[in-house]
């Protein structure tokens, strides 16, 4: 077997490393151009930290530190209380975006995908965040939440190096207490396969908050005629002689899917909101941060 050739190795490295460079600046100063006009609409919120203003009392649990123990609070009844102070250690956001080939779509030219458009979001959210204090993960990433110029760095080279897995819906880590989850994708799998993934980030204490990114056509069917419709993700061709009359029965279906997503989010205490490739991103990031700020503090 031959000796590897190190310098067309070393050159193909640098080459892509150069490709990629040349992608960044785009989306990261993208993102952040979205998130310093939402910014002005985003204030500061009380939440649970190692700050010295007393907040609340809480029932002590399993994993809290002894020092939060308030012995004097606790000495007038059964239950052992801790002592919470308002919020100002970062807490960590767990962020998701869906990599799969139906987010490649986009209906016309002059229209981000629907990957780019969750992936802008995301970004934005995540520096929004990161300049509030908090700490920001991407899940499937195997990297530990954290907040400072290197993270965002580091998670907008995920993403454009595509580095996420492809296979739909999230994993379910064990994620520290007070944590936050942000899904963003189509959200079209079958409900009850969403519905098993909030339960599972719920059943471990997380609340988290679904955005369904959709591009215009996929919410109007605006076709006309004899159509032949290709899946991205391997389903079989699909062809419609009129589309005009399947369209009410499309919008119905759609329509349905939607309320059912709004009904498992809120029967598990998340948020859930929509968001059309053809609209500006500020107005749902703001939305989104704001349900993020306004989500329990346990």
């Keep these: 077997m031959g000796k590897p050739d190190l310098a067309a190795t070393s050159l193909r490295a640098q080459h892509r490393s150069e ?3 040349s992608r960044l600046p785009p989306l990261l100063v993208a993102a952040e151009r979205v998130a310093s006009t939402v910014a002005q609409g985003v204030h500061g919120r009380r939440r649970v930290g190692t700050g010295e203003t007393f907040w609340q009392y809480r029932r002590y649990e399993v994993g809290d530190s002894a020092l939060m123990i308030d012995w004097r609070q606790s ?3 059964q239950p052992v209380f801790v002592r919470e102070n308002e919020w100002e250690a970062a807490q960590s956001v767990w962020l998701w975006t869906d990599a799969s080939s139906s987010m490649d779509y986009r209906s016309s030219p002059g ?5 780019e458009r969750a992936e802008l979001l995301l970004l934005a959210l995540a520096v929004l965040l990161v300049r509030g204090g908090e700490r920001v993960a991407l899940l499937g990433s195997g990297v530990p939440p954290s907040g ?5 760095n580091r998670l907008a080279m ?3 190096e595509g580095q996420l897995p492809r296979d739909g819906l999230p994993a379910v880590p064990l994620l520290p207490r007070h944590a936050q989850a942000v899904l963003i994708g189509d959200l079209l799998s079958p409900l009850e396969e969403i519905q098993r993934t909030v339960a599972a980030f719920s059943g471990r204490g997380v609340h988290g908050h679904l955005v ?4 215009p056509a996929e919410e109007t069917l605006p076709f006309a005629g004899r159509i032949e419709f290709e899946g991205l ?6 062809l419609i002689p009129r589309v005009e009359a399947v369209r009410q029965t499309y919008l119905e279906r759609l329509e349905a899917h939607r309320d059912g997503l709004a009904a498992l989010a809120r029967a598990a205490g998340w948020s859930f909101a929509t968001h059309r490739t053809d609209r500006p991103p500020q107005t749902a990031l703001l939305a989104l941060h704001g349900a993020i700020a306004q989500a329990p503090k346990s």
């Design 111 to 115: 229209l981000p995908t629907k990957k």
């Design 158 to 160: 995920t993403l454009v």
């Design 75 to 77: 000495g007038k009844s």
């Design 233 to 238: 993700e391997g389903e079989e061709e699909l």
């Design 212 to 215: 369904q990114v959709l591009d």
């Design 19 to 21: 490709a990629l460079a």
């Design 148 to 152: 400072n110029k290197v993270t965002l």
